[in-house]
């Protein structure tokens, strides 16, 4: 066999979504990259996934805005990139587009900014090796060909289909595999194993053809909209959920999988504990061990025509040869791979584990097992790669202190990674006395690691997060009460809305572990919530913009009032220390000079010096007198030798 | 015996003022009270200012308090009797003294002992600074507990601002009941949080008793009671003499009958009917019920079975309010009880303080940020954006490469800051309405984000200059009508403006040539080169380019440029200042330097000499760092101010005030020095008034004797005096920190 070797510096493995969208930023960047395909396209999921082929991502191409940042919010599929024209709605502008579209914008992306795919390369094996005192990887394809590669990025996705196993398990149709045509179903019963998104779409799309779907699994049905996680089930599918409430022959059971057993001749289903287990033969299901035979109103006593499983998917260990292997995550039932706050397989240092695969993360929680979230998470990874492997910092943007306040407020009213990916993605300010230096969507659980990570080195002067979060208290979603509209009251704030924790040092890896139940982030020194807005808009001055003023001057032991050029004045010739805004603004001479209508309301409101009132109004040239004059104004550097 | 004191104390403290205890020593019975060995607390001062006048009627109200506790009061006058160490030196006027015999105990500044309850706090803390233990941390409280444990209980102040009435009340009770329990001040959040309070934002102070006399085994903690009440004199005292009552009085009588010292003292008391079976049971309930009520309720256990208690036997308990009659009900569970008085019966006055607390929200709702609430108060104006052209991405590229000059606006709606520039923008627009080559545009930020991006602009607002095949220049004047109106017609001239002959110098010195532009600033700049091919002109152009649009250039280069140093101590290149027809010019040499330090090099040479302080060119003057020499004289011109402005800059060109920045404020003009003058020396003056504020330096501020007549021997005899510490400073600037607390 002919042995061929390729050396890449980053070899990214799957050219799905959240492998293309590291193969821009490596492309950017101008690194040393390959993509590996093993289909002949990208985005190979999509062109079989989801069966029923309407994807639930929102493709909201009208916001009323036409902020690039803030759209992106409402915008589930498009992928980052420098291009304006590079977005999803230019492929569909459908709120819920077809499936066929997604490779289809995938393609798109890939040939308009030029990335490196090898399509037809079925990695079958990763074996960890040492290059020069690193761990990096080799690749083996169908073919042999070999791909050495000092960082490994995987981004395969989930795809292989979840199982269980019971008697008669083997009876039972996939959701990969089942018909999609729903004259299929006609007048049969149908028990669907599952209650996610897939079994849900089964069902609705069988619904008017099948005589009785039940859908049965552990967990009671949690719906998106009352838990934010849009993994959950989407009301877009929930139709079953009307026809089981309003008695129209489907129903949703709970219970163990593990638990059940499925005749051959008819589909009963059948409890194990019923089974007469002689031995390992296990009995024939018989009349006997029906529940129903000793519970005379078993809910699921009807024999069924099919049963089908939708159980999801889970990460494809079996390529990864024992040196390479990240261990299974704890949570997610162990169908992901256990990963690091910064995306590294535990144990596999130089690999690290892109897209749906790196859910464990976020599992449940938030959106890094969607494109919308893990396009933010592949940027943050991009940047930690780039500080690791070239060293360079994680960008910053340095800014005096009197603009950390508009700053934050920006972030907040347009930033699209922190509100996609709340609660996992945070931006984070370090303080370094007049000035800050802000960084833009650093994985939180990463804290403790921030300096190593982003390369910024760290002050004495203590730093702030800016993290979007639901409120931790679950209440009736659609219920009375459930909205929070006085700012005083903010922390009960139930909806996505912005919090800001402040530190005086970095919380270590114990403090992080040791948080609150359900808090991204360790108890702070102090913490602000700003009150959830009903059309998310953070901008007003009474509760928005002044507790905000009022919490940062707490944290930065500071006054951060805004002051008119004319109180500057004032406070710069009887001072020794004016305030920040006048020290960072007019003595730099660039005073906010405003005009006396706006003076006025600031005496009348008594917080601006009134030494007019023994002034006649004549004296006081207002600015339109000047303008109209302008030859014969006053001149700052007046002539005294008059 | 303590009791009858107290409660004559706080009679004196609501009778005061009848008249004065405040005693003035001259130098001869200051002499004696040295000799007594008496504590008391003096003042030094010389002089009455609206401040010090504030500060002697606290001190007149304190010497009432402070005889209570055997301290005089005492101020002297310092230009009757001047009494050595004390009426001199700084810190005369803003110092107070506390002595026992000739001893200083401590010096207070005035600002700390700023009324009465400041001032007797301080003293009465100083005087027992034996007697009460200050603790920072809970381990040091922890040593304060196990002495005393066994010994005598603790009282556990935290005061977390010193000087507010509760520090006197806690310094009060702490004179009277010192020698019966242990007294402990703290204040910060460490001990705080080790007394269980959760709310640690709260600046409330707070009191504790810690029951350590009655501990059984040393090894045991003091248990604690909280005062739940606010601190002062009265609740404290009410809640010492709740300590020492028992937890449970036991009693044969009816409830109406019996006599608790918590009836006298306006405390709720709850009886309880005690079956002789069940006694240990009762009684064990009794004692529960009074640990848990301790300090807010009275717990009276009566025994049923005398024939004196008369009670129907469907009840089992009753409680008595202050001032009301006794109510029976019946008692499920001691639980049902706690509940009853802390959910309902105590609640009564924690109503009132909710509402004031609902009340100190809506205060919050005020904007105190004048820029936020003077464009708040205008949110129902509608901008009239007209003359300035709204970007979009789509029309950003084409509109700033159209015109000589496009002025771009980069603002966020939701910035008051950027409101309240937005209209001096918009008037700056209207007033160019119609001029050729210049178009005022602005960028929404919170909507073309990608704009502001790609221009990297970081700060908001702010103002970039675009022209056609030019990289955009940052606006960095100031942000207001008249200096944006300026720098944009100054950016439509030339920089420089090239001059060919010795008369077009002439001219464009005197300000003939270019005249349109001679109202917008008086100071023109010129650079002399002997050729073109010197190398420091490309400098000099370039250096022009940056400073377009901030001042009026112009290059002559040229052999005929020879002349205009001839005669003076300068070569060639060199820079010559015009000030304005008339004025002679100034000629400083030209260092070969890069052009960012030509830039600063002509910023310089273009400060006046003795400028008249406006808003708008303030900071370009306190850069200098020098101690200001300033003169503020009236709206009116008059000849005073006339001649006062030239009696300085008569020793000006000598050169004898270079250490300082001589400038002067006309009222007129600048009316806000009205009220730097207010500040500097707590009044306004007659003007003219000369006034030194040595900025950098300290923070007094020295006025020019009114007596004196302004005249440039005086004055610099009077800068010699201060020089050398024999003037007194006439007011001081504050730190800005104290105001905002």
Request: net charge negative; proline share 5%; with cysteine.
């Amino acid at each position: 066999m002919h042995v061929t070797i390729c050396n890449h510096e980053y070899c990214v493995l799957g050219a799905g979504p959240a492998g293309l969208q590291m193969g821009y930023f490596l492309s950017r960047s101008q690194r040393d990259y390959i993509i590996l395909e093993r289909n002949t396209g990208p985005g190979s999921f999509f062109q079989i996934y989801p069966r029923h082929r309407k994807l639930i991502s929102i493709n909201k191409i009208y916001t009323g805005r036409r902020n690039k940042e803030f759209n992106l919010r409402h915008d589930w599929n498009s992928l980052l990139s420098d291009r304006p024209s590079l977005l999803f709605q230019r492929i569909s502008r459908e709120l819920y587009p077809n499936a066929d579209d997604f490779p289809r914008y995938l393609s798109t992306f890939v040939k308009e900014l030029g990335l490196k795919v090898k399509y037809g390369a079925d990695i079958g094996t990763i074996k960890a090796s040492d290059f020069n005192g690193n761990q990096g990887y080799i690749l083996t394809d169908q073919n042999g060909v070999s791909y050495q590669c000092s960082v490994l990025l995987v981004s395969t996705g989930l795809w292989v289909p979840q199982q269980v196993d019971f008697l008669g398990s083997d009876l039972v149709e996939g959701y990969e595999s089942i018909p999609t045509d729903p004259e299929e179903f006609k007048d049969q019963a149908v028990l669907i194993l599952g209650k996610g998104n897939s079994a849900f779409e089964t069902a609705q799309s069988i619904l008017g053809r099948a005589s009785r779907i039940h859908l049965y699994s552990p967990s009671p049905v949690r719906l998106a909209w009352q838990t934010h996680y849009v993994g959950d089930l989407r009301a877009i599918n929930n139709e079953l959920l009307d026809t089981y409430q309003l008695k129209s022959l489907d129903g949703l059971v709970e219970g163990r999988l593990e638990d059940i057993a499925i005749g051959k001749e008819q589909l009963y289903l059948t409890l194990t504990e019923l089974l007469d287990q002689n031995g390992n033969n296990i009995s024939k299901i018989t009349g006997q061990n029906l529940p129903g035979f000793h519970t005379d109103n078993f809910s699921l006593r009807q024999p069924y025509d099919r049963v089908i499983r939708c159980l999801g998917f889970r990460f494809n260990f079996s390529i990864f040869d024992g040196s390479a292997r990240p261990p299974q995550s704890s949570g997610a039932r162990g169908r992901l791979p256990g990963i690091t706050a910064w995306y590294e397989g535990r144990g596999t240092p130089n690999m690290f584990v892109l897209g749906t695969a790196a859910h464990s993360r976020d599992y449940r929680m938030s959106a890094g097992g969607f494109v919308h979230g893990f396009r933010y998470t592949v940027r943050a990874v991009h940047k930690i790669l780039e500080q690791r492997y070239h060293n360079i910092a994680w960008p910053a943007t340095k800014l005096p202190i009197s603009q950390l306040q508009s700053w934050i407020l920006r972030r907040v009213n347009e930033a699209s990674g922190p509100y996609q990916m709340f609660g996992v993605l945070g931006d984070i300010i370090l303080l370094r006395g007049s000035y800050c230096e802000y960084l833009e969507e650093f994985p939180l659980q990463a804290l403790p690691q921030l300096s190593a990570l982003s390369g910024r080195p760290l002050t004495d002067q203590g730093l702030l997060v800016l993290v979007m979060q639901y409120g931790l208290n679950r209440t009736d979603t659609l219920g009375p009460g459930r909205a929070e509209s006085e700012w005083t009251k903010a922390w009960r704030s139930n909806f996505l809305h912005p919090v800001l924790y402040y530190y005086n040092t970095l919380p270590t890896e114990k403090d992080m572990r040791q948080r609150p139940v359900g808090w991204p982030l360790p108890r702070p020194e102090a913490l602000h919530h700003m009150v959830e807005d009903f059309l998310t808009e953070w901008d007003q001055p009474i509760s928005h913009s002044q507790p905000l003023r009022r919490f940062l001057e707490h944290c930065l032991q500071t006054d951060l009032r805004a002051f008119y050029a004319e109180s500057c004045f004032l406070l710069s010739l009887t001072s020794r220390t004016p305030p920040l805004f006048c020290r960072q603004g007019y003595l730099r001479k660039q005073g906010i000079v405003g005009n006396s209508h706006l003076w006025q309301h600031a005496r009348e409101a008594g917080l601006m010096a009134d030494h007019q009132r023994d002034i006649t109004p004549g004296d006081d040239t207002s600015v339109s007198e000047y303008l109209k004059h302008a030859g014969a104004a006053v001149v700052s550097t007046m002539n005294f030798d008059l | 015996m303590c009791i009858v004191y107290l409660i004559a104390f706080l009679f004196s403290l609501t009778s005061e003022q009848c008249s004065s205890k405040l005693m003035e020593d001259s130098s001869q019975s200051f002499m004696e009270r040295m000799h007594t060995g008496k504590t008391s607390f003096i003042y030094f001062g010389n002089h009455v200012n609206p401040t010090i006048k504030l500060f002697m009627e606290q001190l007149e109200m304190s010497a009432d308090a402070l005889q209570d506790y055997g301290i005089s009061v005492v101020k002297v006058n310092c230009s009757k009797d001047a009494i050595a160490n004390y009426c001199t030196g700084e810190k005369l006027m803003t110092k107070a003294y506390l002595f026992r015999g000739s001893e200083v105990l401590r010096s207070f500044d005035i600002d700390t002992v700023f009324d009465v309850n400041a001032i007797v706090s301080h003293v009465l803390f100083s005087v027992l600074f034996n007697e009460v233990r200050y603790v920072h941390t809970p381990a040091e409280l922890l040593r304060v507990e196990s002495t005393a444990k066994q010994n005598s209980d603790i009282v556990v102040g935290h005061i977390p601002v010193l000087g507010l009435p509760e520090h006197r009340a806690l310094m009060e009770a702490a004179f009277v009941y010192g020698t019966k329990y242990q007294f402990v001040q703290t204040s910060g959040t460490l001990v705080l949080k080790h007394m269980g309070v959760v709310d640690l934002s709260s600046s409330q102070a707070r009191l504790w008793f810690l029951h350590c006399k009655g501990v059984s085994r040393r090894s045991d903690p003091c248990p604690s009671t909280p005062m739940r009440k606010p601190l002062n004199t009265i609740n404290i005292h009410t809640f010492l003499q709740l300590m020492e009552a028992p937890l449970v009085t036991e009693s044969v009588l009816d409830p109406s009958e019996v006599d608790v010292v918590h009836l006298h003292l306006g405390v709720p008391v709850l009886y309880l009917f005690s079956q002789p079976q069940t006694q240990h049971l009762d009684r064990a309930t009794a004692q529960t019920l009074g640990l848990q009520l301790r300090g807010e309720v009275g717990v009276v256990l009566i025994h049923r079975d005398n024939p004196n208690v008369k009670t129907s036997l469907k009840y089992n308990a009753a409680y008595r309010l202050p001032q009301e009659d006794v109510k029976y009900f019946t008692l499920n569970s001691a639980e049902g009880v706690v509940k009853l008085f802390k959910e309902e019966l105590l609640q009564e006055q924690k109503l009132e303080n909710e509402e004031e607390d609902e009340e100190h929200w809506s205060d919050l709702d005020i904007l105190d940020d004048e820029v936020s609430e003077s464009v708040y108060r205008d949110r129902d104006l509608m901008l009239d954006l007209e003359s300035v052209i709204e970007l979009t991405s789509d029309t950003f590229q084409i509109t700033v490469t159209q015109d000589d000059i496009t002025v771009v606006l980069f603002y966020f709606k939701w910035d008051a800051v950027c409101m309240a520039f937005i209209q001096s923008y918009i008037e700056v627009a209207d007033a160019l309405e119609g001029m050729n080559g210049v178009k005022l545009a602005a960028v929404n930020c919170g909507e073309w984000t990608d704009i502001c991006s790609d221009q990297n602009v970081t700060s908001f607002p702010t103002v970039l200059i675009y022209r056609p095949m030019a990289a955009a220049q940052l606006y960095r004047g100031m942000l207001g009508t008249k200096s944006l109106h300026r720098f944009i017609l100054l950016s439509l001239g030339s920089s420089p403006y090239i001059l060919s002959s010795s008369a077009e110098v002439m001219s464009f010195l005197e300000g003939d040539l270019y005249s349109k532009h001679m109202y917008l600033t008086p100071v023109k700049v010129l650079g002399l080169f002997s050729s073109t091919h010197d190398m420091g002109v490309t400098s000099f152009e370039e250096a022009a380019r940056l400073l377009r649009g901030e001042s009026i250039l112009g290059l002559f280069a040229h052999k005929e440029a020879e002349q205009w140093v001839e005669g003076l101590s300068v070569n060639l290149p060199a820079l010559l200042v015009s000030r304005g027809p008339g004025v002679p010019y100034e000629v400083y040499s030209l260092p070969s330097s890069s052009p960012t330090d030509l830039v600063s090099l002509i910023k310089q040479v273009e400060l006046d000499r003795f400028p008249e302080l406006t808003v708008e060119n303030l900071p370009w003057y306190l850069e200098l760092g020098k101690p200001l020499l300033l003169l503020f004289i009236g709206k009116e011109d008059s000849t005073e101010s006339t001649k006062a402005l030239a009696e300085i800059k008569q020793p000006l060109s000598s050169g004898q005030l270079d250490s300082f920045l001589p400038c002067w404020i006309h009222l007129g003009r600048t009316p806000v020095g009205r009220s730097i003058l207010e500040k500097y020396l707590g009044f306004v003056p007659p003007l003219p008034v000369l006034v030194m504020s040595q900025l950098k330096t300290g923070e007094e501020v020295f006025l020019f004797p009114p007596e004196r007549p302004l005249m440039a021997k005086n004055i610099l005899q009077w800068i010699h005096d201060v020089e050398n510490g024999q003037e007194q400073p006439a007011g001081i600037t504050n730190g800005f920190k104290c105001e905002f607390g």
